[in-house]
């Protein structure tokens, strides 16, 4: 069978921090994300057996490194590097620029965000027990050109579109049964940023116990609980010491159907982003952090 050049998972998110022991402490000790492998400037952190799902970097700014997106074999991952080629992305390593990672490439797309898509990570049995999510599930990032990410996103990984809101509000884009990996929103003025990076955890129970362990921090939820009506998930979100948000979720749709046709909303209607009463904190989109400058 041809490839079609497709991802299978979402694989990790790579942060740089000014706040480096700061972002560490809260992964840890708020989240429940423990740290596989470490050195002065980089901590690798995991909440499954992968050796790692989120990666943060002490730098003097707050920014995207990359995002890491995972290939099933090597014939899809082939067929992906050919379609970046062939879109003209400016390619950044032909090798995996991360540890622990059997091969892949990375590249520059659009709005500046680096993708690294690989093959494999070695499998840690280290779950230490306690609190803490099951595992990374999605990312959003704001954008500019929403419908250009999306096509991007659907013909470089054959990403699917699970729901759409009015034509370039915001689009939901699943790799695999998870209802979204990957949600794009519209933002109008600066630089595109990632908003959020999420993780999936067994029940509305461990978000309440969030905000607990953050009032106990002197801190508090940025938003939440809230039933999403795209991905019909319960979230509860707060934002880390970089200046990105944290969401933990549980309830989150699945889709086993590949080919199910898109779900819209109307721009107009308020429950597509939250089920029960329709209202959004005014501030909750000032939050994010930009992609590193490659150019």
Not at 97 to 115: K, R
Not at 131 to 139: E, K, L, M, S, V
């Amino acid at each position: 069978m041809q490839a079609n050049g497709s991802i299978s998972e979402m694989g990790y998110v790579a942060l740089q921090t000014r706040m480096f022991s700061e972002s560490v402490r809260n992964a840890t000790d708020i989240y429940g994300l423990f740290a596989v492998d470490s050195t002065d400037k980089k901590v690798y952190l995991s909440a499954t057996d992968t050796h790692h799902e989120i990666i943060y970097t002490k730098s003097d700014q707050d920014a995207v490194d990359h995002i890491g997106l995972v290939a099933p074999n090597v014939d899809e991952l082939d067929a992906i590097r050919e379609k970046v080629r062939r879109g003209g992305w400016r390619i950044l390593a032909e090798q995996p620029i991360e540890t622990h990672i059997e091969s892949g490439f990375a590249f520059v797309g659009p709005e500046g965000f680096t993708w690294h898509v690989y093959l494999g990570m070695e499998k840690w049995d280290q779950r230490p027990g306690g609190f803490g999510p099951d595992r990374y599930g999605h990312i959003n990032l704001l954008t500019h050109d929403t419908v250009g990410m999306k096509n991007f996103l659907v013909d470089t990984f054959d990403f699917r579109v699970s729901e759409r809101v009015g034509t370039d509000v915001a689009f939901f884009l699943r790799c695999n049964v998870d209802h979204h990996g990957i949600a794009i929103f519209k933002k109008e003025k600066g630089p595109g940023v990632l908003h959020h990076h999420a993780w999936q955890t067994q029940s509305i129970v461990d978000l309440g116990r969030l905000g607990d362990r953050l009032r106990k921090d002197g801190r508090k939820l940025l938003w939440g609980p809230v039933r999403h009506g795209a991905g019909h998930n319960i979230a509860a979100y707060a934002v880390e010491p970089c200046g990105a948000v944290i969401e933990l979720y549980t309830d989150l749709e699945f889709i086993y159907d590949r080919e199910r046709a898109v779900f819209e909303w109307a721009e107009a209607d308020p429950f597509w982003v939250n089920q029960w009463d329709g209202q959004v904190p005014g501030d909750i989109f000032n939050y994010g952090i930009p992609p590193v400058d490659r150019s």
